[in-house]
Nanobody
Framework: QVQLVESGGGLVQPGGSLRLSCAAS????????MNWYRQASGQERELVAS????????DYSDAVKGRFFISRDNDKNMVYLQMSNLKPEDTAVYYC???????????????WGQGTQVTVSS
């Protein structure tokens, strides 16, 4: 029932910018914090950004702090990730997902969506 559709990725040169979007459905979007994760080839998925349910607070990993900005629009069930000053090490598949508490309420139904590929290369 939960659907997460990521989009906006692509090929960009170092120092460039991209804006990722995530369309969510199948749950009460505005009740839960939302996260952006990424997974590089051969590596484990890592959390890069979080935003509270009302969008009042955000947190970022050390690797992206100062360069990435997470936001959300609860009326549209959308969460965004604005990425600037991109580096080759940002290359990964990016996923959006609700906070862990949500998934603890619905064991066995976790859905990551298809992700969106970001490639930073000259």
């Amino acid at each position: 029932q939960v659907q997460l559709v990521e989009s906006g990725g692509g090929l960009v040169q170092p120092g460039g910018s991209l804006r990722l979007s995530c369309a969510a459905s199948g749950f009460t979007f505005g009740f839960y914090a939302m996260n952006w994760y990424r997974q590089a080839s051969g590596q484990e998925r890592e959390l890069v950004a979080s935003i509270t349910s009302a969008g009042s607070r955000t947190d970022y990993s050390d690797a992206v702090k100062g360069r990435f900005f997470i936001s959300r629009d609860n009326d549209k069930n959308m969460v965004y990730l604005q990425m600037s000053n991109l580096k080759p090490e940002d290359t990964a598949v990016y996923y959006c997902n609700p906070e862990e508490l949500f998934w603890k309420l619905y064991p066995g139904v976790r859905n990551w969506g298809q992700g969106t590929q970001v490639t930073v290369s000259s």
